[in-house]
């Protein structure tokens, strides 16, 4: 069946790396949107990054330049590769996605949880 799996958080000393995976089964690539999002307790869901099928990326600002977030058709499996960890990125990480997310390039649709229909059951990275 449809479903998202993520794996590889974990906890780490700042300055350290951490590559998150998301194994995706029951559907392809195709048109989707494949995003990483993250929740802190009591705050909002917010978007980290994000991959159109094209090979397209997004990313929020505070991780622009340490995190990379890529995919592997042939193993349905998109990563979201972490270094330089600050305590701030402490949260739990979900994948997401969204059949039909191509159209969301150029805009900020990515960033927002209540746009994907596919959800992961998240893993969570705590830097200190």
């Known amino acids: 069946h449809v479903q998202l799996v993520e794996s590889g958080g974990g906890s780490v000393q700042a300055g350290g790396s951490l590559r998150l995976s998301c194994d995706a089964s029951?559907?392809?690539?195709?048109?989707?949107?494949l995003g990483w999002l993250r929740q802190v307790p009591g705050q909002e869901r917010e978007g980290v990054a994000a991959?159109?099928?094209?090979?397209?990326?997004e990313y929020c600002d505070s991780v622009k330049g340490r995190f990379t977030i890529s995919q592997d058709n042939a193993k349905n499996t998109v990563y979201l590769q972490m270094n330089s960890l600050k305590p701030e990125d402490t949260a739990m990480y979900y994948c997401?996605?969204?059949?039909?997310?191509?159209?969301?390039?150029?805009?900020?649709?990515?960033?927002?949880?209540?746009?994907?229909?596919?959800w992961g059951q998240g893993t969570q990275v705590t830097v200190s």
């Open positions: 029951g559907f392809t690539f195709s048109r989707t949107c």
């Open positions: 991959i159109y099928s094209g090979g397209g990326t």
């Open positions: 997401a996605a969204k059949y039909g997310g191509d159209w969301w390039i150029g805009s900020d649709s990515w960033r927002y949880s209540d746009n994907y229909n596919l």
